[in-house]
């Protein structure tokens, strides 16, 4: 009888640790770190478009595999140009999430190396371990080009590792984890086995509306236009689980942007409402009602009273 207790103790003892920790994800505006993320943890938490500077938040997207849980955080790109006090908060936000993470995964677009990129990486101290991501490799035509340009990168900051890569390719992403995981330490997980992200889905909402409204509006549509959620309930569905009923109104600078976002016959503001449900329908589990209104407020991305009242510090 104590053989057989002894030998339950050793099995519990012999349990493989947990190990968890956090990996921000950084770079300058379209390098591919929403793309990255959202492949990462394999379902869409961070909106993704062509238009440069459409991440504005930090986002933790987390991935439970085997023993090891990652937090991922992914940070706006790095803005350079233009001072406005949106601009300032969005360098705040990411030099704040370098300091206090396990890893950093630094993207660049392989076989590139702009001032911008360099910027950003004057913000790190050396005191945590960063990856070179070399992302969109597929889009790199002269791959002989590869290596020395990696040897260049390794001149510029010493890398604990590099990874040349796509996003969007999914043998990539594996071999990706599979390097990160040694870099975090062995600790309990923070969140729940099947969890996500930390995000509410009020967040998520209002940052699914804004993706399509500028994968819809193009190049047209300056990125200061925001989203604003106005009314979030939940009711018991009659044939779905849940229902969702969410208002939101998109913010813009202009009576001609207001113009844009609405389309003719209001043709462009439905489709924004139609895909942003279809996507929270997937993501939520749930019927989602949602109603849009396009309202305009000159001068928001200016005005830091404004800004802090719209969710950005
Ligand atoms: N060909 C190719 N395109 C990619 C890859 N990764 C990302 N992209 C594209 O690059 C564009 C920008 O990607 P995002 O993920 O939005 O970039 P981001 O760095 O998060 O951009 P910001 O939100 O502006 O900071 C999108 O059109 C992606 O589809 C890749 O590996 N290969």
């Known amino acids: 009888m104590d053989e057989l207790s002894g030998s339950d103790e050793q099995a519990a003892g012999d349990e493989p640790a947990q190990r968890c920790g956090l990996?921000?994800?950084v770079g300058r505006p379209n390098v591919?770190?929403?793309?990255?993320?959202?492949?990462?943890?394999?379902?869409?938490?961070?909106?993704?478009?062509?238009?440069?500077?459409?991440?504005?938040?930090?986002?933790?997207g987390i991935l439970t595999e085997g023993d090891t849980q990652f937090v991922f955080v992914d940070t706006p790109g790095f803005q350079t140009k233009n001072q406005s006090a949106l601009n300032k908060s969005l360098n705040k936000a990411v030099t704040g999430s370098i300091t206090d993470v396990d890893l950093i995964l630094f993207v660049v677009e392989a076989g590139n190396f702009s001032l911008k990129d360099a910027q950003v990486l004057s913000l790190f101290e050396g005191r945590i371990p960063a990856i070179l991501v070399a992302n969109k490799l597929d889009t790199m035509h002269r791959r002989s080009e590869l290596a020395p340009w990696l040897k260049n990168m390794s001149e510029r900051h010493q890398f604990a590792e590099y990874v040349?890569?796509?996003?969007k390719n999914p043998k990539d992403i594996a071999r990706l984890l599979n390097v990160c995981k040694g870099y975090l330490p062995e600790q309990e997980w923070w969140y729940d086995q099947d969890e996500l992200t930390d995000k509410s889905e009020r967040f998520m909402a209002a940052e699914m509306v804004r993706e399509k409204l500028f994968r819809l509006t193009g190049d047209e549509l300056p990125y200061t236009s925001t989203v604003l959620i106005d009314k979030f309930t939940e009711e018991p569905g009659k044939t779905a689980n849940r229902m969702i009923r969410i208002a939101a109104t998109i913010v813009v600078e202009r009576e001609g942007h207001k113009a844009m976002v609405i389309g003719e016959n209001g043709d462009r503001l439905k489709r924004i409402g139609t895909e942003a449900r279809v996507e929270l329908e997937k993501l939520m589990d749930a019927k989602v009602f949602l109603e849009l209104w396009v309202k305009v407020r000159s001068g928001w991305s200016d005005d830091a009273t404004r800004l802090r009242a719209y969710g950005y510090e």
Do not use: D, E, Y
């Open 23 to 25: 990996i921000a994800i």
């Open 32 to 60: 591919g770190k929403s793309t990255l993320m959202n492949a990462l943890v394999g379902q869409k938490v961070s909106i993704t478009s062509r238009k440069a500077q459409t991440t504005r938040h930090r986002i933790t």
């Open 164 to 167: 040349p890569m796509s996003a």
